[in-house]
């Protein structure tokens, strides 16, 4: 089942980090007798300060035993993060085209997952085999370099990311997927943007949105699909 996840930035004050951390940790709902629930805190380095991401992650881990993803294009803020929340494995976002080195070595070091992002399908099939050269094989892809402004375009973009992997076997492109929500979305398009690729291959969405009554569509969608 698609695994969703709800950011927090690290740059808010740290009780209000406790505080949404634990509202997110709470976000589980009794369906047909079975619990169904939020999955993964992603936390987001808006600071690009290795202090202040530290600091953020260890007031999640104090808030909730939610599975984390860190998000920072800077490996050192990242492996800031990662040192502390090492024994979770939590999913390392983003390796690029310019740091995936730097990435993967932070990714070895602490035996975490490693989300890789790229500009288009080229770029990310050109991507992940240097990475996997390195010695990381547990890869999520991101098509849309967190930059949706077209979401009938990443869904074809995820389509052919899973028609590649298991109808031509295209090795590079074998992960996998996770969408962002777009940047400027309202709650409402937040809500059909993750039901859409819930429905639609994606292993992991990241929503900025956590109200009560987004999350309840979503999870139940995913229950009736999976």
């Known amino acids: 089942p698609t695994g ?12 209000e980090i406790e ?10 709902f009794d369906r047909v ?14 600071s690009n300060n290795t202090g202040t991401f530290a600091n953020a992650v260890k007031a999640v881990q104090g808030a909730s035993a939610l599975p984390l993803m860190m998000i920072s294009s800077n490996p050192a803020v990242l492996e800031a993060g990662a040192a502390i929340a090492k024994d979770k494995k939590p999913l390392l976002y983003g390796a690029n085209p ?17 989300g890789v992002v790229a500009k288009d399908l080229d770029e990310l099939a050109d991507l992940t085999p240097k990475i ?21 375009q990443l869904l074809s973009d995820i389509t052919q990311i899973r028609r590649l992997a298991l109808k031509k076997t295209f090795r590079p492109l074998g992960f996998p997927v996770m969408a962002f929500s777009p940047e400027n979305a309202t709650p409402y398009e937040e809500s059909i943007f993750a039901a859409t690729f819930i429905a639609k291959y994606a292993g992991i969405v990241v929503l900025k949105g956590k109200e009560f009554w987004q999350m309840l569509p ?5 229950q009736n699909i999976y």
Do not use: F
């Not at 969703?4 to 009780?15: C, G, Q, R």
């Not at 505080?19 to 997110?24: D, E, F, T, V």
């Open 4 to 15: 969703i996840a709800i950011e927090i930035a690290d740059n808010l004050p740290a009780a």
């Open 19 to 28: 505080k949404q951390a634990n509202y997110i940790h709470g976000l589980e």
């Open 218 to 222: 979503l999870v139940t969608i995913r």
């Open 33 to 46: 007798g079975k619990k169904v629930r939020i999955n993964l805190i992603a936390i987001r380095d808006k």
């Open 98 to 114: 310019q740091n995936y080195q730097a990435m993967a070595e932070i990714a070895k070091k602490y035996n975490c997952p490693l």
């Open 132 to 152: 996997t050269a390195l010695g990381i094989k547990e890869l999520v892809l991101d098509p849309s370099c967190q930059g949706v402004t077209n979401t009938r």
